[in-house]
């Protein structure tokens, strides 16, 4: 092994198969017929996804051509127009589905909300034309700083009728994140309320766009929801009241059609370094994509009741609460607050109240639960549900295994599915009832996607060995470039090997072909030479069971070039002591090898996380270097945290 390579040394070996009963129902139950269809859309992507846009999605006018791809810019059904949010809701109407549940809403102090599909509409034609009224339409940019709620899916729903492009800044974002995302998207109108609900405390979503507003001259308008009845400063004429401007909307609304190719949002994502990138998504392709993971991934049916736990300020909220589940018709659970509030049973208590059915959320999650103990699982039924999704980090096999066994009771089929917000939809994941499963791996390619692993001079690795992802053929959900700044998207994404997406994470593909993202490259060390994720000693670590959560990341090493610094959190009845330091850098090696037994484990309160639940590595570096921290800390749920581990040090 070269230090090209990175050092892959999961030792995870389970493999579950689907159940027989699981695979008669599915909406794609057959390996032969996976078979045929990667390999048409592989072969012939204009053929199978000139299908597949026809059948899944309603166009106004008929697309005259597939793709065109001049590299590294693809457009997708030239030719053709559509309205996303007709897609999403005017389809439904006059059908089965019209006064079936689009949205269930539980807000954090437990009211409950239900929107039929024929209500939804109504909504979003009605802020539609509130849209109108306010001059905003094609093009213009609309900021949605919302808590989780129906409004914030009817907001981008009427940015998408009128054809305006909506950016959507997560709830918990600090104002000079507002303000640097409105500023570089020049936002036209800002949609928030006067606050959230959060752990039982009022999260003032107002108060913070009122401080990004003294630096945002593009802002002509506020839009502010009612939710928690705080007090708020209203600044005439720019701000009113949701309630206000809804009041007397008319209830028809009719949509233009726009073309395949026209933008229908921008998300910020954070590079580990930097200011934010403005990811653009376009609207056929886009919803294409969504719209068919959807159906075959999560296997959705007319009845299910689906919650993907992510908050709309994320992609998985764009794609996986808002766009794929409602062009698919499906009814949707919504839920605004803390998992662990009043009590750390509120999803489990949730899932059965509501009988859901599909549930997709985040290894981060997934690990919180298993270390808030098992009891609070154990007084629900769960029976309801019958398929688990994880996403947005590698999932350790422990917290599979949990996943698996407490929530799923061995019978539901659990979709890891690797993607990014650039990628638009679910990239690789395995296909329920047909993709026998190994817990850690994301298997297999989804239809038309070819990744590969490519070593530092562009030539592929042996299976086992470790390097660096990539996606060899253009995608229709694929980001179309990066808001104002080409020439980053260019060289961002595709300067690495010409022509060909890198997706940043390093990965490998086993014996089976199937793929283990290990995780960002910028996280994954070189040891002695050898590279090693980050993840998979942290994986390590968790399994230990003394060990609720841990982070891992490099520090400078004379001899070794990096060493291993371990931030690891305790379950509640353990003690820290410099015994269990030993034996977790034992366990480290006995679990993975000599080459990785950390150089250092510091046990810690809690670690520095971004509001959507990533490490943020970048701080604990700084801190395992002994340096003061530098850059950007806009994006860290509890900077207390941070302040503890330097006092700790
Ligand atoms: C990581 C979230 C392993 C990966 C949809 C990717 C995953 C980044 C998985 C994108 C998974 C996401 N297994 N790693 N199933 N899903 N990732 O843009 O490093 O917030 O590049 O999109 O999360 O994060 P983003």
């Known amino acids: 092994m070269t230090d090209q390579t990175i050092t892959s040394v999961s030792r995870e070996s389970r493999v579950f198969k ?54 590294p810019h693809a457009k997708w059904f030239t030719g053709g127009t559509l309205n996303v949010a007709e897609n999403c809701l005017d389809r439904h109407l006059g059908t089965a589905r019209e006064n079936k549940a689009a949205i269930i809403f539980e ?64 709830g918990g974002f600090s104002s000079e994140a507002i303000k640097d995302r409105v500023n570089d998207c020049q936002a036209k109108l800002v949609i928030t309320a006067d606050g959230s609900w959060r752990r039982g405390k009022v999260v003032e979503l107002k108060a913070s766009v009122d401080r990004a507003l003294e630096g945002t001259p593009s802002v002509q308008h506020v839009i502010v929801l009612k939710r928690t009845a705080t007090e708020v400063s209203m600044t005439a004429p720019r701000d009113r009241w949701w309630h206000d401007v809804m009041t007397g909307a008319k209830a028809e609304h009719k949509a233009k059609a726009f073309g395949s190719e026209h933008p229908l949002f921008i998300l910020y994502t954070s590079g580990s370094t930097g200011k934010p990138k403005g990811v653009l998504h376009t609207s ?26 992510a908050d709309v ?51 981060t999650a997934i690990r919180a639960f298993m270390r808030w103990g098992d009891d609070y699982v154990k007084k629900y039924s769960l029976k309801s549900l019958r398929l688990l999704g994880s996403v947005g980090e590698p999932i350790n096999p422990e917290a599979w295994m949990w996943y698996h066994t407490l929530i799923g009771k061995k019978r539901c089929p659990i979709v890891d599915t690797w993607w990014q ?24 390619p989804f239809f038309g996607v070819v990744p590969k692993i490519l070593d530092d001079n562009g030539k592929e690795v042996p299976k086992g060995s470790g390097g660096r992802l990539f996606l060899m053929q253009p995608w229709p959900s694929m980001l179309r470039t990066l808001w104002g700044d080409d020439s980053r998207y260019k060289k961002q994404y595709w300067s690495e090997i010409k022509g060909v997406y890198f997706a940043g994470d390093g990965a490998r593909f086993d014996k089976d072909g199937y793929l283990w993202v290990v995780g960002r490259i910028d996280d994954v060390l070189n040891v002695s030479g050898h590279r090693i994720g ?3 000693v942290e994986s390590a670590l968790v399994s230990h069971p003394a060990v609720a959560e841990a982070a891992v990341v490099g520090r400078p090493d004379e001899i070794k070039g990096q060493g291993l610094v371990c931030f690891v959190t305790l379950k509640s009845d353990q003690k820290p002591t410099e015994e269990l330091k030993q034996a977790l850098r034992g366990h480290v090696a006995k ?34 270097a002994g340096g003061a921290i530098k850059g950007d800390t806009t994006t860290l749920e509890d900077f207390n945290v941070v302040a503890s581990l330097q006092s700790e040090g």
């Open 284 to 309: 056929g392709g886009y919803l294409l994509g969504t719209t068919i993971t959807t159906k075959y991934i999560f296997d959705l049916k007319e009845n299910d009741i689906y919650w993907c736990t």
């Open 534 to 536: 980050t993840a998979e």
């Open 313 to 363: 300020g994320w992609i998985t909220g764009h794609s996986y609460v808002v766009y794929g589940p409602l062009s698919c018709g499906a009814t949707v659970m919504m839920y605004e607050g803390a998992p662990n509030h009043p009590a750390p049973d509120r999803f489990w208590d949730i899932i059965d109240r509501h009988g859901v059915t599909i549930f997709y959320t985040a290894p």
């Open 107 to 170: 807000g954090e102090p437990g009211d409950i909300t239900t929107l039929t599909y024929k209500q939804l509409h109504r909504e979003v034609c009605k802020f539609a034309n509130v849209l109108d009224s306010l001059d905003v339409g094609k093009g213009d940019r609309v900021a949605i700083y919302m808590p989780m709620v129906p409004e914030a899916a009817i907001a981008m729903l009427a940015c998408a009728r009128v054809g305006a492009i909506h950016t959507v800044i997560f």
């Open 591 to 624: 679990e993975i090898g000599a080459i990785a037994r950390p150089d250092e484990v510091r046990f810690a309160a809690g670690l520095p996380k971004t509001r959507s639940g990533k490490i943020m590595r970048r701080i604990l570096k700084e801190i395992a």
């Open 18 to 71: 689907p159940s027989a009963e699981f695979k008669a129902q599915a909406n794609l139950g057959s390996e032969a017929t996976y078979k045929r269809l990667y390999a048409e859309s592989v072969n012939s992507p204009a053929k199978f996804w000139g299908r597949q846009a026809t059948e899944l999605l309603t166009w106004r006018k008929p697309f005259s051509k597939v793709l065109d791809w001049k590299a």
């Open 421 to 444: 917000t650039e990628t638009g939809a679910i990239m690789v994941s395995p296909l329920p009832g047909v993709t026998p499963t190994k817990p850690g791996s994301c298997t297999r």
